[in-house]
């Protein structure tokens, strides 16, 4: 029998335990002692015999001893490893990606309704594995802004000026091989506009060298054939542009860009046109909230995934200036009503003690800027826990100011500790930081959200 790792599958060791995953089926697996047999299981096709003589000489023991476990073992990894008797065969096991039409979507959802119960446990798999990589402070997920340039001005971005930093290659390439010593996983290719950076493909084909899950965010506005393709070459995770309304004069007037919806459809085509995959967002304002249910219908009939969302971040340098754009509170209801199938929102638990920390800062997450500084989370430009010319990650990780972040409390956050509405809320430090410039104070405003979110759960509750 023939055994490869799937081309999707990406395998992490932190000390004793291992976590094996796959990107596009979702199979997720947190074993205990599995990196002697899973060492040898590579994404190029080996015969089982092959595997299992390496295993036993590592072991010194026969090969007779070892196969009957490493059988049983690779059974339980169906999804992340793959077997079959010829090449072929493991070849259609793969789980590639490719668009589907409405009714070929609809018939596969049918069968999927079968298997919900396996979904749950790959949930909770999920759950275990984000909780032991928060205990030992491991991390797994990195925003990168690889330019501050961007071919849009869209009114309620959070960058506060345009087109004067872009990381050097050199740069990137460094943070990849020290994310990857370190055991990192995901990879947030961001910006400004990701694409403005003249070195982009190279970008995308150093972070597969480096054996990292690549997500874009992206306008798609600069998207050509060659660049389609190297997404498709490096089977990113997914990309995730922004579409504002299906009315083009909308969209082009939130992006500040005339013929933006033009260039960001071609870009969705190509996209199609090379199965990659992709999440078509809604950012919901004052702008276009008459007609940001025409991108849902939109995507429901194309078969895009779609999401939406009515929060937005206050630019980086405590300038509220495009907040102005968000939703007024009559607004806000009305969306937050109407949106459970696009962004389902449910009560949250809130069951923590005053001496727990107030939320995951600094313990999975890191971003870097088009500068090189590394923030905790996409917060404000004084919060800086090192600079990547300058600084390894691992210092900018293990910085006086990351402590200080990681030590915060909820305890040092009364007013939300005993809010009704805490449990749709994330009462987030980094927002009250961009928001008033101070950690513990949050503008009024930022409640207006969680407290609708309260009023309308207490109301369905009745
Ligand atoms: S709640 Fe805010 S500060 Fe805490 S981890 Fe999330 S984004 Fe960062
Ligand atoms: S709604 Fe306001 S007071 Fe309540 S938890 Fe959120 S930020 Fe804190």
Redesign the pocket.
Known sequence: MLINLSHHTFVRHFGNMSEVVNQRNDAKFFLQDAEPFLRFITCEPQREEAIVAKIAKLYGCSPEEIAPDFAEFVQSLQGAVLTGSTQEELTVQEPEFRYYTKAEAEGKTAQSASVKTEKQEEDNFGIIINDFLIAHKQICSLHIDLTDACTERCLHCYVPEYGTKTLSFEAVCKVFDEYRVIGGLEVELSGGEPMCHPQFCEILRYARKCDLMITVLSNLTLLNEETVKTLADVRIKYLQTSVYSMVPEIHDAITRRPGSFKETMRGIELMRKYNVPMKINTPVLKENFDSWRTVEEFCADQNYKFSSNATLLAKVNHDCGNLDHGLNSGQMRTYLSDCQHSNPWVAGKFEKQLDDPMCEVCTIKLRLDAAGNYYPCVAGRELVLGNCYNDTMQQAWNSELAEKLRALKQRD?P???K????C?????PAA?FNETGDLYK?R?E??????IK?QLYKEQSC
């Open positions: 956050f007013e939300c500790f809010c009704k509405s805490r749709f809320c994330m009462a987030c009250n949050h009024p930022y409640c207006m959200e969680p407290k309260y």
